[in-house]
């Protein structure tokens, strides 16, 4: 059997520019299909709110939401590191709030944890590097301060917002990250902290040279909707198989085609 994908794994696919892979996967079947595939990574991410549960953003996602999808994610994940997000309402920027619930998500089967640090909002996360827990530091676009940020915007892009990145991403990684996530930033900036940096650096929306990139899972199915950011590359066409699938159901049940003999006891 494979051996599971640690930190170590990805430091050592760093070392010799071989990038990994991440998707997002929020239940069992996805994450079953993404492992048996090969990909590295499970982020288990607040996005959830977005993709599964139907709210405007990662806002509303409660610690307890994480969790259940967290543990169905685990139980289908035999090779692929399972990376949980820490939702904004299970931390709220408070040191003891987010060390108690990364304990939670750890207990509900998470590998690691991935935390949203800003320059306004780092100071939350210092009780966490004690914890034998691997934490990923989210730098640039961070969904939940997405307000703060004036809506979904590359971040980075003049030499004074692009150095204040790049000294966070430093500092988390002497502090005690294992690896660093980088979203919507320019792509020789996600090219200069990835070689500046010494632990792993995965990339959406940063550029072809992070030591690895992530999508959405149901982005890369083409299952997401008509909304796609730039950065994303459909790599199936999903949603349509599946519609398809349910109108001949449904003319079939209409017609009294199904259920048919064969389909009866």
Not at 7 to 15: N, R, Y
Not at 21 to 36: E, L, N
Not at 109 to 127: F, M, N, P, Q, R
Request: hydrophobic share 45%.
């Amino acid at each position: 059997m494979t051996s599971p994908v640690t930190f170590t794994t990805l430091q050592a696919q760093k070392s010799v520019n071989q990038p990994f892979s991440m998707v997002t996967a929020y239940d069992f079947p996805f994450a079953q299909c993404a492992d048996k595939a090969g990909i590295d990574v499970l982020l288990v991410g607040d996005s959830l709110g977005n993709v599964v549960l139907g709210y405007s953003n990662t806002l509303d996602v409660t610690l307890a939401d994480m969790c259940h999808h967290v543990g169905a994610v685990s139980r289908a994940a035999k090779r692929a590191m399972v990376l949980a997000d820490l939702p904004y309402l299970a931390h709220q920027h408070d040191a003891n709030l987010a060390r108690e619930s990364a304990l939670t998500l750890k207990k509900a089967g998470a590998d690691a944890i991935k935390c949203e640090v800003t320059l306004d909002h780092s100071d939350y996360v210092s009780g966490l590097w004690d914890l034998g827990i691997p934490i990923v530091a989210h730098l640039g676009f961070t969904p939940q301060s997405v307000e703060e940020l004036g809506g979904y915007k590359v971040q980075g892009r003049d030499p004074e917002s692009a150095a204040a990145i790049l000294e966070l991403a430093l500092r988390m990684e002497q502090d005690g990250a294992s690896a660093i996530l980088i979203e919507m930033v320019p792509a020789t900036l996600g090219a200069e902290i990835s070689r500046r940096l010494q632990i792993p650096v995965i990339g959406i929306g940063a550029g072809p040279d992070c030591d690895g990139q992530v999508l959405v899972g149901h982005d890369i199915l083409g299952f997401s909707g008509s909304f796609s950011p730039r950065f994303v590359k459909k790599f199936g066409q999903v949603d349509q198989a599946i519609e398809a699938a349910f109108t001949s159901f449904k003319d079939a049940v209409s017609s009294r085609n199904f259920p048919s003999q064969e389909h009866s006891f």
